[in-house]
């Protein structure tokens, strides 16, 4: 997967299927979204495109920023991305002047003119623009126009819960890590920087590695002991991690 990040200097995509959102959690309606791509770049020779937005909009239209925990940071989210199959990640850098937009100003001078989408999959609750006034009717009205096809897909349910990233987030809040698995279908993820501690438990015969967070809005679960599985350099450890004070 190649990463961009400068909408300047994008490269010139084949025949490109994309679809464009947060994408928090890369959970399995996400994952419905970036399969179906995939399945249509192999179709049409094409390459699979995934737009998303960092910093995460509601942090820059100053919605809920205080409150809002991510699932995913943007490295944990490329990661798997990468290992679903996308082609190509863009980071679209997310400001006011961005979200000002006019919807039509963002399918034409930002869609058509940096991708030249061939294909365009989005949700079903897919807004863009203004004040999000731009919605699936809008992209279809145009896309004779910039001769592209137009596929929404629908919700997803698993064990009959619509699969959403508030409700991953609802379910890491509360500290249950095995709905979180279920939504997002793999399992939930920190990441870090081993730091120095007290070292007291090399002391005690159970040494530990500390982790720095990268990201202060990332989401951490409720205090407690968990049973993880720790990688480092690639290689893959059964351990126990404690949230807390200490």
């Given at each position: 997967m190649i990463i961009h990040k400068?909408?300047?200097s994008l490269?010139?995509?084949?025949n490109a299927v994309v679809t464009i959102g947060s994408f928090d959690g890369v959970h399995q309606g996400h994952q419905q979204i970036i399969q179906r791509i995939i399945s249509i770049a192999k179709e049409v020779n094409g390459c699979s495109v995934l737009i998303t937005f960092h910093p995460h909009p509601r942090f820059v239209l100053g919605k809920d920023e205080d409150s809002l925990k991510l699932?995913?940071?943007l490295e944990e989210k490329a990661y798997?991305?990468?290992k679903l199959g996308i082609d190509h990640l863009v980071v679209v850098p997310f400001s006011i002047d961005f979200a000002a937009q006019t919807p039509e100003d963002y399918i034409e001078k930002f869609l058509v003119k940096k991708f030249h989408p061939k294909v365009i999959v989005i949700g079903y609750d897919h807004k863009f623009g203004k004040n999000r006034m731009g919605n699936f009717e809008l992209l279809e009205k145009y896309k004779v126009a910039h001769?592209?096809?137009?596929i929404e897909i629908s919700k997803k349910d698993v064990s009959n819960i619509t699969v959403s990233s508030t409700k991953v987030r609802q379910a890491l809040?509360?500290?249950n890590v095995d709905k979180a698995w279920q939504l997002l279908g793999h399992p939930f993820m920190l990441s870090g920087m081993v730091v120095k501690g007290q070292q007291i438990g090399s002391t005690i015969g159970f040494p530990t590695a500390n982790i720095k967070l990268t990201d202060p809005n990332k989401l951490v679960p409720p205090d407690g002991i968990y049973a993880v599985r720790i990688s480092i350099d690639l290689v893959t450890y059964d351990g126990m991690m404690?949230?807390?004070h200490r």
């Open positions: 400068d909408l300047d490269p010139t995509f084949r699932i995913h940071t798997h991305l990468d001769s592209y096809s137009l809040h509360l500290g404690y949230i807390g």
